[in-house]
Nanobody
Framework: QVQVVESGGGLVQAGGSLRLSCAASGFTFTSYWMFWLRQAPGKGLEWVST????????YYAESVKGRFTISRDNAKNTLHLQMNSLKSEDTAVYYC???????WGQGTQVTVSS
């Protein structure tokens, strides 16, 4: 019943931009803070960004601060991550999640070439 589906990943050159989207259903999306996390090849899970229920409060990992922007559209039950000035270090599988509920998507691959 619960679905969290990421999209928008792909191959992009360093310095370029990409916009990830996450479509959620099966739970009250508007009631929960949402998160973006990522896992680079051979590495552990890394927290990227967090957004409050209304979208009024946002938080970012130091590694992406100033380059990434998280947002949400509660009317459409969607979460987004605008990624600018991409670096090769950003290459990873990106996940959308409601950590409080334990709901995760299957991830979308982002590959940044140098």
């Amino acid at each position: 019943q619960v679905q969290v589906v990421e999209s928008g990943g792909g191959l992009v050159q360093a310095g370029g931009s990409l916009r990830l989207s996450c479509a959620a259903s099966g739970f009250t999306f508007t009631s929960y803070w949402m998160f973006w996390l990522r896992q680079a090849p051979g590495k552990g899970l890394e927290w990227v960004s967090t957004i409050s229920t209304t979208g009024g409060a946002t938080y970012y990992a130091e590694s992406v601060k100033g380059r990434f922007t998280i947002s949400r559209d509660n009317a459409k039950n969607t979460l987004h991550l605008q990624m600018n000035s991409l670096k090769s270090e950003d290459t990873a599988v990106y996940y959308c999640a409601s950590l409080n509920k334990g709901y995760w998507g299957q991830g979308t691959q982002v590959t940044v070439s140098s």
